[in-house]
């Protein structure tokens, strides 16, 4: 076999060898991927409201990661500080997975939100349980001063 035969068969199989790792460990980095985003629950805002110019108030629907079906409520209190919303306290709406993925984050899932602006600011809750049962019964919040409280 000639120098040149040799030497584009060795150039040849060293390519298929990167070629081969490169897939390899793409693979794993799509396997890694993937287990970050199952670890992290799907989410999403489904009401928020701006309370004057000094808190922004938000709920947010967490998916279950063990049970498809089932998520729970997330309420977020941001205050506005040094020209940007910081978070200063989170509460949960309800029980741990106790509402319904789909209705909570489909059309008319916001049942009731009402807030104000004043000092403590109040806060109405009234969520869709499913379209035949309809709306959960009210839950009460007050903001003071930054931080959530059941009324």
Not at 30 to 58: C, E, F, N, W
Request: glycine share 10%; with cysteine.
């Amino acid at each position: 076999m000639s120098p040149d035969r040799i030497r584009t068969r060795g150039v040849l199989a060293a390519a298929a060898l990167l070629a081969l790792a490169a897939s390899t460990l793409g693979a794993a980095d799509a396997g890694a991927s993937t287990a970050r985003r199952a670890a992290a629950p799907q989410t999403r805002q489904i009401a928020s409201s701006t309370l004057g110019a000094d808190y922004k108030v938000t709920l947010t629907a967490l998916r279950s990661t063990g049970d498809a079906y089932a998520a729970s409520v997330r309420m977020q209190v941001y205050r506005h500080s040094g020209g940007a919303w910081k978070e200063s306290d989170r509460v949960t709406v309800g029980a741990v997975n106790g509402w319904f993925w789909y209705p909570l984050t489909g059309s008319g899932a916001v049942c009731r939100f009402s807030t104000a602006g004043t000092e403590p600011a109040p806060i109405t809750v009234s969520l869709l349980l499913t379209p035949s049962l309809g709306c959960s019964e009210p839950a009460h919040y007050v903001v003071r001063h930054g931080k959530v409280h059941a009324r």
